[in-house]
Nanobody
Framework: VQLQASGGGLVQAGDSLRLSCAASGRTVSRSIMGWFRQAPGKEREFVARVSASGRSTSYAGSAKGRFTISRDNAKNTVYLQMNSLRPEDTAVYYC?????????????WGQGTQVTVSS
C-alpha cells in the first residue's frame, strides 16, 4: 500500500485546510486510518483516527472541536479538515493505516505534507 498525502500549505492563523491521503496498491477500506503530525524538534504525535466504516472517530485534545477526520472508501481516501488553525499546528502531517484501532502499530505511513500556520 502506498499512501499519498496532500493538501498542506502556508496559511494564516484562523484559516482552514483540508488534507487528503489517497491509498493505492490495495484497498484500505478495512484499515483504521489516522493522521499524525511532527513539529520541528518534537516527536511525532497522534492527531485523529477513523474506523474502517467511518462511523467512529477519535481526536487528540489539541484537535478536538477544530479538526474533522473522514474517509471515502469508494475513493480509498481519508481526509482531515482543519479549521481555526493556530501557529502551534505547524508540522508535517502524516497519514497512517493500521489493523488495530489505537494505531499503536502502523502498517503503512504516508510521506507527509507540510502545514505552516503563520500568526
Amino acid at each position: 500500500v502506498q499512501l499519498q498525502a496532500s493538501g498542506g500549505g502556508l496559511v494564516q492563523a484562523g484559516d482552514s485546510l483540508r488534507l487528503s491521503c489517497a491509498a493505492s496498491g490495495r484497498t484500505v477500506s478495512r484499515s483504521i486510518m489516522g493522521w499524525f503530525r511532527q513539529a520541528p524538534g518534537k516527536e511525532r504525535e497522534f492527531v485523529a483516527r477513523v474506523s474502517a466504516s467511518g462511523r467512529s472517530t477519535s481526536y487528540a485534545g489539541s484537535a478536538k472541536g477544530r479538526f474533522t477526520i473522514s474517509r471515502d472508501n469508494a475513493k480509498n481516501t481519508v481526509y482531515l479538515q482543519m479549521n481555526s488553525l493556530r501557529p502551534e499546528d505547524t508540522a508535517v502531517y502524516y497519514c497512517a493505516a493500521a489493523s488495530e484501532y489505537y494505531l499503536t502499530t502502523v502498517d503503512y505511513w504516508g510521506q507527509g505534507t507540510q502545514v505552516t500556520v503563520s500568526s
